[in-house]
């Protein structure tokens, strides 16, 4: 039997764990997003080819792919704790690689999406053992509250994290991706801080892998709620995604340095934060439908945006508007999900919705930069507001969203404010 959630527990400000986590996270996805903007920058640099910065984008994004369900069914096994810190070790070690290979002028591109491959895995590791041990870290009734930090934390970390990614390529371009193997350590070193005890009770005959990967599937696919909003969540993901490097061949084309590349993506970190300030107090008070629809329709309506407004910049404020719904769609989904799932399969249920919302994701990458090289940046962005408009369309007809509840839990009023 896995650990009981907490009940009982000190509000987030004061909460050790949580906190060390949380600033763990911010120096770990500060890298991440440094790196985010460096990885096509150098590709473009060295090659100067779209479709193999698409590659190396899918690259990172393969693992969601390949390992979401073992992955989940894995880390219902483990330490959760244990996961998180080698993992993040591993991505140390392979950005520490690319920064001195980059450095000595002897990098490949086998190298870099070898490095995007190692980081991928990282992440859906990490991510996975995190999510499902939130549950132990905080009380039921922060959760929301830490769900909408964890989105500020996401958002404020791309704030600062690819503008500084483009000015730190600027000075020399290893240095982002040495940047990021330290970042890397520091997450390490505050999860290894942490005093929450993430083990598993033993169990005597533990199922074979595969019995708990089609239980977990199994529960998963009984829910038609979750089924629904993570298809929803694909048509985004697969767009948001592609649209990253889309925006970066706009802001090219229109004459933007690496620099200022990098700055336009400032203003999805500042959409992200504004919408992770605004989510707790919008989760109290819209309705679960309300949020699902708005994020989707909004998002098919801004895409266009980004080639009919002229400007080196505006793409970057087109893409952050993209992202200010993100965290109220993360509070009040994320939380609903949590709430709903047995604690004994949360690890496996969170990769089954990751998967299914993110499986298009390597596909997207490398058809934005072959549609980029083939067709140039108008019909991509039309091709991109398609399926926006599919998720759109999906959100307002969907049953399941029309039965959600009305509110995301009748908790929601007791999660503190972030």
């Known amino acids: 039997m896995s650990a009981p959630a907490a009940t009982e527990g000190p509000p987030l400000r004061r909460n050790r764990d949580f906190n060390l986590l949380w600033v763990g996270q911010v120096a770990s996805e500060l890298g991440a997003n440094v790196s985010a903007i460096a990885f096509p920058l150098l590709v473009l640099a060295t090659t100067g080819s779209p479709g193999r910065a698409g590659i190396v984008a899918a690259a990172g994004t393969l693992p969601d792919l390949v390992l979401a369900v073992p992955a989940g069914a894995l880390v219902d096994r483990w330490d959760q704790k244990r996961v998180m810190i080698v993992a ?28 995007a491959l190692v980081e991928g895995v990282g992440f859906v590791l990490f991510g996975v053992a995190e999510g499902s041990a939130l549950p132990k870290v905080v009380a039921d009734r922060h959760l929301a509250a830490a769900l909408a930090r964890n989105s500020a934390r996401a958002h404020t970390a791309a704030l600062a994290g690819q503008p500084l990614g483009g000015v730190l ?17 520091m997450s390490v070193v505050t999860v290894s801080l942490i005093r929450t005890s ?76 504004l919408g992770s300030l605004a989510a707790p107090w919008l989760a109290r008070r ?43 769609w993360s509070t ?40 980029l090289e083939a067709a140039g ?39 503190e404010t972030v």
């Open 286 to 328: 819209a309705s679960t439908r309300t949020v699902i629809v708005a994020t989707a329709v909004v998002g098919a309506v801004l895409v266009p945006l980004l080639s009919i407004l002229p400007g080196r910049a505006t793409p970057g404020v087109v893409f952050g508007a993209m992202w200010i719904l993100n965290p109220l």
């Open 169 to 185: 390529f600027g000075l020399g371009r290893a240095v982002p991706f040495v940047f990021d193997a330290v970042s890397y350590l």
């Open 88 to 115: 993040d070790c591993v991505c140390a070690a392979a950005f520490g690689s690319l920064g001195l290979a980059v450095a000595l002028g002897a990098v490949t591109f086998g190298h870099i999406v070898a490095v």
């Open 377 to 415: 940046t108008t019909p991509t962005v039309l091709v991109f507001s398609g399926i926006m408009l599919v998720g759109a369309t999906i959100a307002i007809g969907s049953r399941a969203v029309r039965d959600a509840p009305d509110r995301h839990s009748s908790l929601a009023g007791q999660a």
């Open 332 to 371: 009040v989904v994320g939380a609903y999900r949590l709430r709903i799932t047995p604690p004994e399969l949360r690890a496996r249920v969170l990769s089954i919705a990751s998967l299914v919302s993110s499986a298009p994701v390597p596909l997207a990458l490398v058809a934005a930069g072959l549609l």
């Open 198 to 273: 993430f083990r598993r009770d033993p169990v005597p005959e533990r199922p074979r892998l595969r019995s708990d990967m089609r239980a977990g599937l199994s529960w998963y696919w009984g829910q038609s709620f979750l089924r629904s909003t993570s298809l929803i969540s694909m048509t985004r993901s697969f767009t948001l995604n592609a649209l990253y490097l889309v925006v970066i061949v706009i802001a090219r084309e229109r004459g933007a340095s690496a620099a200022l590349i990098g700055l336009i993506f400032a203003f999805v970190g500042v959409g992200g934060l």
